[in-house]
């Protein structure tokens, strides 16, 4: 049941960016081969293991694929000494310099099987697979021709998957080619086109022998450029790699697709060739493709390379500047080509959703030559790809697939992208009707509409939105309830109340840990394709695919770095360890000062959402000639060093360097203006960072007054007023009147607030050289309301901005103020046009004072029942519930008893 474990989907909570499984989908089918980058592989088959003692790769073939390798390298040989079998010619496998393995080219499991299956379930990508006898084996007993025995290998396991060439490779469309392999047998100098039979090899024609082309280099039209010089050091083996690139592009040979290996050379003068690969890829990630001034849309054609890295990789990709996708726009495609082509007939060559003049649907195929806003970003909003092809097979799903927009994109928080998560990765697996001809994938964990029935995941979603959702408190919420329920095994189901159990539990280390093992270890290693948990055990720690029904115990983390109980690990399901990495997370979180915290939580919350290259980062960590980045992993094989920042900002601590790995970005400038502006308050810039989210910058002093005004610019003023749409800093201009402006001066002036209202230095709006909107009247209001503030409307105020902030319709509201017929409501605005009168609280919660009034606007909710637990429960002890507020986030509620009683909870 091997292919069972085969298909893999990132978490949803942190992989919806990008997918390297699936970059190519998010290239146009327009783009041809001849203008797209191909990260490689060198002698692929080579990973750590088979070959403990001469290995090119750090993780398998698949491992390579799931990272976004698009060319194989695969080194052969028929038979083997070890092989007992009567029929030696049967048997094909995986070789390096003459060593033997274990690893099967053919067969059930085997390389080709491998790539077969990885096609099946991500047809927009195209493998290139460079096939090389390595070796012969004149005593393994097979007597034919090896690369006979290769080519029909090939047509039982490939079969109508390989491409029938009849033109340059770089004049195909990806449209042409997705969900295919191209295949060429270079070990005796020949290339092999599936149309034609091993017989008909050819030779390189002699006047197709330029100077820059390696033989072979043609059959009839078809061309091919190479350069793999294997002598030398690595800076000459570089110079000939960049020399190869620059003399290709000088020929304009769109059509043609330059091979440009970047592998050690065989005089490497470094410790090791894992070494000269480093050296090597490292100079890769400098290249600058500008610099060659290749224009638009040029490629740099295929580059394979030893020991393969995400960051590697990923930087080749940025070169293919059609990029532009998302993780929503995936599932869409993922729901018609998996549930709807398996339920339907008519419809059983779908893969493809696009938003078309009938309403949404799913397509056989697209287009090549228009295109249109037919698909979705992540954020809900469509944005341009090609569109769906009415020529061929398409069938409308407008409600299903508008269904799944609506949920992923306003209902749904990280708890429930692991809750569906676990049902594609996990549940899908583990039903009963996997191999049934009525099968459908299962895609989303819901709560079942059936009495009794609890979670179930779906492969369809209803019409109707029940409470069938959860938000991260472990809550339910509104979304589209599941629409069939199929028999999955019970464990399995019962394994997402668990999850809700424990993430509603957690803080943030414990997400961090599990975090790590979703978007850096899944797919290291074949016991890593699946993990989702990370739990500590005794001695080890590990990454697990699924959790125990029946068992509790202390392996998970609080935030103070004390483990504390959870449900354990299932070993049945899948693990793999991960001690030293895992514990040097929590080590350095334990060991954190308010000013790291900051750091750190700054790249994940915000510097995480920038772009591709820094979705999953998680550590701000600074090295020795000042460059701050934020990493996706820790490097827990380096010793510590000064790469942390003390609570003032000012200076460093020792701490674990960073792992550049597929996630990192560098934040030298803004991590600096943060350590600037919090640097006597980083725990305060901590909290507003949690409340404000993704929008929060650090360009304002400490204080929660001046982030209040700056949040009002970018939540209020920039979605009310489209002429102020990128304005994000609220500041007093040079004849003292408040605007927001989009940009800011680099020298300091008292443009600012403190908490007591007293100007304070910061840097000043840019009046010529961005956009702003003046704002006197509403800003100068929210002034004068919290400089008069007392310590129960402040801890009102902040209930509604830190707790009522979860709910859809209150997320960006900040004030609490009361009606004059007792409704109090949290309100995103003050209105300054309405005279001050008594809608705020005195400190004991049983008078009212003058203050402005809210205005509704669209973020407004009315709270008066839970305000008035907050007054009596809080009556006097104001101050002490506004702490216990700030340290408890979104979780916190008033528990009674005064001041003694929130003393004690503030103890626990």
């Not at 995400?310 to 080509?337: A, M, P």
Request: proline share 3%; glycine share 8%.
């Amino acid at each position: 049941m091997w292919r069972a474990v085969l298909l893999v989907t990132c978490s949803l909570c942190c992989c919806r960016a990008w997918d390297p499984r699936l970059w190519m989908g998010s290239l146009p089918d327009t783009a041809p081969l001849g203008q797209i980058t191909i990260p490689g592989s060198h002698s692929s088959g080579a990973s750590n293991g088979p070959f403990v003692s001469s290995y090119t790769q750090n993780v398998d073939i698949l491992g390579q694929l799931m990272r976004g390798v698009r060319m194989l390298d695969l080194r052969f040989q028929v038979g083997k000494k070890a092989d007992g079998t009567s029929d030696k010619c049967t048997n094909i496998w995986v070789v390096h310099a003459g060593a033997d393995s274990d690893v099967r080219v053919d067969g059930s499991g085997g390389v080709l099987d491998i790539i077969n299956v990885f096609l099946d379930e991500n047809p927009s990508e195209f493998i290139n697979l460079n096939v090389q006898k390595d070796s012969d084996c004149d005593d393994c007993g097979c007597t034919e021709d090896p690369l006979e025995v290769m080519a029909a290998a090939f047509t039982e396991h490939l079969g109508d998957k390989m491409v029938n060439y009849g033109r340059n490779l770089g004049t195909y469309l990806l449209s042409e080619v997705r969900g295919k392999v191209y295949v060429a047998v270079n070990g005796d100098q020949y290339w092999y086109y599936p149309d034609e039979s091993m017989s008909g090899r050819f030779p390189a024609d002699a006047d197709c022998n330029g100077t820059r082309r390696l033989p072979p280099t043609c059959y009839t039209n078809i061309q091919v450029w190479r350069q793999n010089n294997l002598e030398g050091n690595v800076s000459s083996k570089y110079f000939k790699f960049t020399a190869a690139l620059t003399g290709w592009r000088s020929a304009d040979d769109d059509d043609v697709v330059l091979t440009n290996w970047l592998s050690s050379p065989n005089g490497c003068e470094l410790n090791s060739d894992e070494e000269c690969a480093e050296y090597l890829n490292a100079q890769l990630t400098d290249f600058d493709q500008q610099y060659y001034n290749y224009g638009p849309f040029k490629a740099s054609g295929i580059i394979p390379m030893d020991f393969i890295d995400f960051h590697t990789v990923k930087h080749i990709l940025s070169w293919n500047q059609f990029t532009k996708g998302s993780h929503l726009q995936v599932i869409l495609d993922e729901y018609c080509r998996l549930a709807v082509a398996s339920s339907d007939n008519s419809c059983s060559t779908v893969s493809y959703a696009r938003l078309s003049g009938s309403g949404f649907g799913c397509f056989t195929s697209v287009s090549t030559t228009e295109s249109d806003e037919s698909c979705y970003g992540d954020d809900g909003e469509t944005y341009t790809c090609a569109k769906g092809n009415t020529g061929d097979q398409y069938c409308t799903r407008d409600k299903e697939l508008q269904a799944i927009v609506t949920d992923y994109s306003q209902n749904y928080g990280e708890l429930q992208h692991v809750l569906d998560s676990y049902c594609r990765k996990i549940v899908s697996q583990d039903s009963p009707d996997l191999f049934s001809t009525a099968y459908q994938p299962l895609l989303f964990a819901r709560i079942s509409t059936v009495p009794g029935h609890g979670f179930r995941c779906y492969s369809t979603l209803a019409d109707q939105e029940t409470a069938s959702c959860y938000n991260n408190l472990g809550e339910t919420v509104n979304c589209h309830s599941g629409s069939r329920e199929w028999d999955e095994t019970e464990e399995s189901i019962a394994v997402l109340d668990l999850i809700v159990d424990d993430f509603s539990a957690y803080g943030q280390l414990q997400k961090i840990l599990d975090g790590y093992c979703q978007n850096v270890v899944v797919g290291e290693a074949a016991d890593c394709r699946q993990v989702m948990f990370a739990r500590k055990e005794s001695s080890d720690f590990r990454c697990f695919n699924s959790l125990s029904t029946t068992t509790t115990d202390t392996h998970c983390y609080d935030d103070t770095g004390s483990q504390t109980s959870c449900h354990t690990g299932d070993a049945v399901g899948g693990r793999c360890t991960r001690t030293d990495a895992l514990t040097t997370i929590v080590a350095d979180w334990t060991a954190s000062t308010d000013m790291q915290l900051l750091l750190d939580t700054w790249c994940r919350v915000v510097k995480s959402q920038e772009s591709v290259d820094c979705q999953h980062v998680q550590w701000a960590r600074t090295e020795s000639d000042g460059t701050t980045s934020c990493f996706a992993a820790l490097d827990h094989d380096a010793a510590e060093g000064s790469h942390c920042w003390s609570n003032d900002g000012s200076s460093n601590y020792n701490c674990h360097p960073g792992l550049k790995t597929e996630s990192y970005c560098t934040a030298t400038t803004l991590t600096n203006i943060i350590r600037s502006t919090c640097s006597n308050g980083a725990k305060f810039c901590y909290e507003n960072l949690i409340a404000v989210g993704t929008s929060w910058v650090a360009s304002s002093p400490d204080g929660y007054l001046q982030q209040a005004l700056d949040s009002y610019c970018q939540e209020t003023v920039a979605l009310d007023n489209t002429d102020c749409s990128p304005v994000q800093f609220a500041r007093l201009n040079d004849n003292g009147q408040w605007r927001c402006y989009s940009s800011l001066l680099s020298s300091t002036l008292p443009r600012c607030v403190q908490n007591d209202g007293a100007t304070t230095n910061c840097y000043p709006g840019d009046d010529a050289g961005g956009a702003f909107c003046t704002r006197d009247a509403h800003l100068t209001a929210m002034v004068e309301d919290f400089t008069n503030t007392t310590d129960m409307q402040l801890l009102l105020d902040t209930w509604c901005r830190v707790v009522n902030s979860e709910d859809p319709d209150c997320q960006h509201v900040r004030w609490a103020r009361t009606d004059s017929d007792g409704t109090t409501s949290c309100f995103a605005v003050l209105d300054h046009e309405k005279p001050e009168a008594a809608h705020c609280w005195s400190n004991d919660g049983s008078s009212r004072y003058n203050c402005h009034p809210g205005k509704q606007t669209h973020s407004f909710c009315t709270v008066t029942t839970t305000m008035a637990e907050i007054r009596s429960s809080c009556a006097n002890a104001a101050s002490s519930c506004y702490s216990n507020l700030l340290a408890a986030g979104s979780s916190w509620a008033p528990s009674g008893g005064g001041f003694l009683q929130q003393a004690l909870d503030m103890y626990c």
